[in-house]
């Protein structure tokens, strides 16, 4: 299940997905990732730095797996740069600052483009 996740997510190493949590009751669907390395490439200058340390939990909203709502989350590294300081990475899911994935964002456009901004929302079962 962790394989099948890593790739609808669209994961690259060294991320990975520590696990998968289905509720039924709720019909919704958790996935948690982390990054296993112990150094990451600046953003800024593309060197390798250290992870100083990690942010609180963040989530995500995903495509839905065959009806439940399916949500990411993940404690995102910060990184600390000799040139540019102390700052979060980016993840390969998403947008930073964005509560969706971008898989999530794309289909959301798409069903914006077709029908009405409440339609939209009612399909995608978001406020």
Request: with cysteine.
């Given at each position: 299940?962790?394989?099948?996740?890593?790739?609808?997510i669209?994961?690259?190493?060294?991320?990975?997905?520590?696990?998968?949590?289905f509720?039924?009751?709720?019909?919704?669907?958790d996935?948690?990732?982390?990054?296993?390395?112990?150094?990451?490439?600046?953003?800024?200058?593309?060197?390798?730095?250290?992870?100083?340390?990690?942010?609180?939990?963040?989530?995500?909203?995903?495509?839905?797996?065959?009806g439940?709502?399916?949500?990411?989350?993940?404690?995102?590294?910060?990184?600390?740069?000799?040139l540019?300081?102390?700052?979060?990475?980016?993840?390969?899911?998403?947008?930073?600052?964005?509560?969706?994935?971008?898989?999530?964002?794309?289909?959301?456009i798409?069903?914006?483009?077709?029908?009405?901004?409440?339609?939209?929302?009612?399909?995608?079962?978001?406020?």
């Open positions: 299940m962790k394989e099948l996740y890593y790739y609808l669209g994961l690259i190493e060294p991320w990975t997905v520590d696990d998968v949590q509720q039924v009751k709720s019909q919704q669907v996935i948690w990732v982390s990054y296993k390395s112990s150094t990451c490439l600046c953003d800024g200058c593309k060197e390798p730095c250290p992870i100083y340390d990690h942010v609180n939990e963040r989530t995500w909203r995903h495509l839905d797996s065959c439940y709502k399916t949500f990411v989350h993940a404690k995102i590294p910060r990184i600390k740069c000799s540019h300081g102390i700052h979060q990475i980016d993840v390969p899911w998403a947008q930073a600052h964005s509560r969706f994935t971008l898989m999530f964002q794309q289909l959301a798409d069903i914006l483009n077709q029908c009405t901004i409440s339609g939209a929302a009612k399909i995608l079962r978001i406020s």
